[in-house]
């Protein structure tokens, strides 16, 4: 899952485009083994180093989307071992002006701490959707319950 995978409709309601590495799996399977490509930058280090694709995958993958999106900087376009998820991490909490992007947080005055707290904790989120280790990586249900508590948050501002 990428940004230019998903589709807004008129209802801004979002919708994805391309399952590139989408498996069939049963409810008794938990992953799968497999050897399709997938775009570097997004995929799961499970499934880059083994070739094993679960649901777990696509929590990685939506972090470092949502990453790429309040940054505004894909995932690949850093050097050496420095990857987007570290470079967010390096700057949360106390640094997150340095890595959002400025059009996001505009506001000025009352409004402008709550509207970064907000952003923090899409952050977060997204950094918890990309733990190295699938099993303490957030499920999919959790993060959707953690990003509608951080939307009322917002709307309460």
């Not at 989307?65 to 071992?81: C, H, Q, S, V, W």
Request: charged share 25%; net charge negative.
């Amino acid at each position: 899952m990428k940004p230019s995978n998903v589709l807004l409709d008129e209802n801004m309601v979002a919708h994805l485009s391309d399952f590139g590495i989408s498996k069939l799996l049963g409810e008794d399977q938990g992953d799968l083994y497999s050897k399709t490509l997938a775009t570097l930058g997004y995929i799961a280090p499970e499934y880059g180093l083994e070739g094993r694709v679960s649901t777990k995958c696509d929590v990685y993958s939506y972090g470092v989307m949502l990453l790429e999106i309040f940054t505004r900087r894909k995932p690949n376009e850093f050097e050496g071992d420095l990857s987007l998820k570290q470079w967010v991490s390096y700057s949360l909490p106390d640094a997150v002006m340095d890595v959002v992007d400025a059009n996001l947080v505009t506001s000025m005055g009352n409004h402008f701490q709550k509207e970064l707290d907000v952003v923090k904790s899409i952050m977060k989120v997204a950094l918890d959707c990309c733990v190295e280790s699938p099993a303490r990586r957030s499920n999919m249900k959790d993060v959707v319950g953690m990003l509608q508590k951080i939307k009322i948050q917002l709307l309460a501002c």
